[in-house]
């Protein structure tokens, strides 16, 4: 493809993605809530916390909450793999900036996408909340879900990352 019609394509409002799986499943965020992607450290267990989330690390000096997304969305647990990573989000809760990890089973690639192209998710249930899904796409044969990573996280979520935030220090 030409450099003027990928242009074409891309003249609606473009912004970068980051796609990454879960099981069999696709799902994608904007680049722009992605920190950074971690290899998976030990991770320090917190006493009482909701089942996902399962500790937190040190990321430089500062305490790190990590969710497992898989256990979020309702899906079984794995063993980690060479694959798995963290995702270092910021995501905003009721109008305040929380940074949390993110573990997913592995991250596919980033890319570019014109909003235009996110379609309405199918009305009919699914096995992730509807709130989570802002859209799918689809590339080639298969769909990527389109995550709205803010509500993805509640309030009642929020303040256990806090809760599990304050705990210090953390021992590598």
Same mark, same amino acid.
């Given at each position: 493809m030409s450099e003027e019609n990928n242009t074409d394509k891309l003249s609606g409002n473009s912004q970068s993605y980051l796609s990454f799986n879960l *099981?069999? +499943?696709?799902?994608? $965020?904007? #680049?722009?809530k992605v920190m950074e992607i971690l290899e998976v450290p030990k991770i320090t267990k @917190?006493?009482?916390?909701? *089942?996902f989330i399962v500790g937190v690390i040190n990321l430089r000096?500062? #305490?790190?909450? #990590? $969710?497992?997304?898989?256990?979020?969305f309702g899906m079984n647990p794995i063993e980690y793999t060479v694959n798995t990573? $963290? %995702? @270092?989000?910021? @995501?905003e809760i009721n109008e305040e900036s929380i940074v949390v990890g993110a573990l997913v089973d592995s991250v596919l690639e980033v890319? +570019? %996408?014109? +909003? =235009? =192209? $996110?379609?309405? =998710?199918? =009305?009919i249930a699914t096995k992730f909340r509807a709130g989570y899904i802002k859209g799918m796409i689809q590339e080639n044969d298969r769909f990527m879900m389109v995550l709205d990573i803010d509500k993805v996280f509640s309030s009642s979520d929020l303040d256990n990352l806090a809760i599990s935030s304050e705990i210090t220090p953390i021992e590598q």
């Open positions: *099981s069999e +499943e696709h799902f994608t $965020i904007p #680049v722009m @917190v006493p009482q916390a909701p *089942s000096g500062a #305490v790190l909450p #990590v $969710i497992d997304t898989r256990i979020k990573c $963290i %995702l @270092v989000m910021t @995501v890319f +570019e %996408l014109d +909003e =235009s =192209s $996110i379609k309405a =998710s199918p =009305s």
